[in-house]
């Protein structure tokens, strides 16, 4: 297969980062203005989060590799790889992709509104054709 990358939904991370972001420096102006220093950490916390979210906006949620699929579910979390030859089955249905997978007994359920809306269909294609094509 040929290496493929779907990004996450915008607004699932950049505008909350924005706002995070805003939020912290905000709330570290009103610390400093008010000479109540304790509440910058306060505000650190926000602003950092922010920041990662920022930077997390454009890694891609599902990449298809040669001989697995790449899934980054949130941006805290750690990179899923998945060869093809363990999954067992996959359905497409309208709002969610089931995966299900040799190693594990729960099926992992992946929402398609964390794609952008533009590739919402085409990463369901894809799945489609691992599935016709015979490697699951």
Not at 116 to 129: A, H, I, L, Q
Request: glycine share 4%; hydrophobic share 45%; charged share 25%.
């Amino acid at each position: 297969m040929k290496e493929k990358k779907f990004l996450r939904n915008k607004w699932q991370l950049e505008y909350p980062a924005y706002a995070l972001i805003g939020c912290g420096i905000l709330s570290i102006i009103l610390a400093l203005s008010s000479g109540k220093t304790f509440l910058i950490t306060s505000a650190i916390m926000p602003t950092v989060l922010g920041c990662v979210f920022f930077v997390a906006k454009n890694t891609p949620v599902a990449s298809f590799q040669t001989e697995h699929l790449e899934l980054k579910l949130a941006p805290l979390a750690a990179k899923t790889f998945i060869r093809y030859n363990k999954i067992e089955s996959i359905g497409v249905e309208e709002k969610k992709i089931i995966i299900k997978i040799a190693d594990k007994k729960k099926p992992l359920k992946l929402p398609v509104s964390i794609f952008r809306s533009e590739d919402r269909e085409t990463v369901k294609e894809v799945f489609r054709s691992l599935n016709i094509r015979g490697n699951v």
